[in-house]
């Protein structure tokens, strides 16, 4: 429960939290992972109460986030301070707003996954700043628009998978340069 995650939070040597399930709707406004300060893994699937990303943005030290979002809109830019994000995945965050733009400053990143992010909008041309990305994946994600083009400044990239995203234009080829 919620009142377990407050006084897990007074622990501050732990490094990494996964929460599986967590629901308690008597606590809905309040948000203790912010008070996890030293955190460098977090991993909160399925929990409409935690599922904001604005108390994650204060989790500085960062480096692998996996998140679903609850039932709230959200904003992207929200996590622009997790500079050292070398992973994040986020999955049916279908009230994620904002762009790509983000990403520019997750400069070790070297998997971005995100799945049925719906309402995400933007081009690809940010991603073009992630020289370390290994893997990209963006599944239906059907409100970024562009083209390749951008793609093939990633040399390092090994693994793309862009199904869904059906408002991205131009040949593979354009992105193959990069592999």
């Not at 049925?116 to 370390?132: I, N, V």
């Not at 893997?135 to 199904?163: F, M, R």
Request: some cysteine.
């Amino acid at each position: 429960d919620m009142s377990f995650l407050e006084r897990l939070a007074e622990a501050s040597s732990i490094k990494e939290l996964h929460l599986l399930d967590v629901a308690d709707s008597s606590h809905s406004t309040a948000q203790p992972l912010e008070n996890f300060e030293s955190l460098t893994s977090l991993h909160v699937l399925r929990s409409p109460t935690l599922g904001e990303l604005a108390s994650v943005g204060k989790l500085t030290n960062l480096v692998n986030l996996s998140f679903t979002l609850g039932r709230t809109e959200s904003s992207l830019e929200s996590i622009a301070s997790l500079t050292k994000l070398r992973h994040l995945y986020m999955e049916n965050c279908h009230f994620l707003l904002g762009t790509l733009e983000v990403v520019r400053n997750f400069r070790d990143l070297k998997m971005l996954e995100l799945r049925d992010c719906w309402r995400l909008e933007g081009t690809l041309e940010p991603l073009s700043s992630c020289h370390q990305l290994t893997v990209l994946t963006l599944q239906a994600c059907c409100s970024i628009t562009g083209s390749l083009l951008p793609l093939s400044k990633l040399h390092n990239l090994e693994h793309l998978d862009l199904h869904g995203c059906k408002s991205i234009s131009g040949e593979l080829s354009q992105a193959a340069r990069a592999f």
